[in-house]
Nanobody, 129 residues
Framework: QVQLVESGGGLVQAGGSLRLSCAASGLTFSRYAMGWFRQSAGKEREGIGCIKISSSSPKYADDVKGRFTISKDGAKNTVELQMNSLKPGDTAIYYC??????????????????????WGQGTQVTVSS
């Protein structure tokens, strides 16, 4: 059974940091790219970054570039999202998702949520001002 399980959300003050983790099971991890998405109240889900498990070059949306870092551990089948300098506008439910990839990881694949086949349950991140 394929499963993605996120953890690490919570409440933090503006300027603070949180680290989210996504544990994958039931899939051949190295064949996938993992994306991070978020959805805040009244807004559409947006992609904030992704990483191809077989490489080490994550991509980031402009809004989080320089503040968020995506990392992976192929041995543990986990990806993490380190979020620094958090802003109230970062408040959202955060999701990890998996998409199988062959070849390079394009921007289109990275940020198009409809292409992702598996999703975690989401974890709430709330940033207070």
């Amino acid at each position: 059974q394929v499963q993605l399980v996120e953890s690490g959300g919570g409440l933090v003050q503006a300027g603070g940091s949180l680290r989210l983790s996504c544990a994958a099971s039931g899939l051949t991890f190295s064949r996938y790219a993992m994306g991070w998405f978020r959805q805040s109240a009244g807004k559409e889900r947006e992609g904030i970054g992704c990483i191809k498990i077989s490489s080490s070059s994550p991509k980031y949306a402009d809004d989080v570039k320089g503040r968020f870092t995506i990392s992976k551990d192929g041995a543990k089948n986990t990806v993490e999202l380190q979020m620094n300098s958090l802003k109230p506008g970062d408040t959202a439910i955060y999701y990890c998702a998996a998409v199988p990839v062959k070849g390079g990881l394009t921007q289109r694949v990275c940020y198009q949520d409809a292409l992702y086949e598996m999703w975690g349950q989401g974890t709430q991140v709330t940033v207070s001002s």
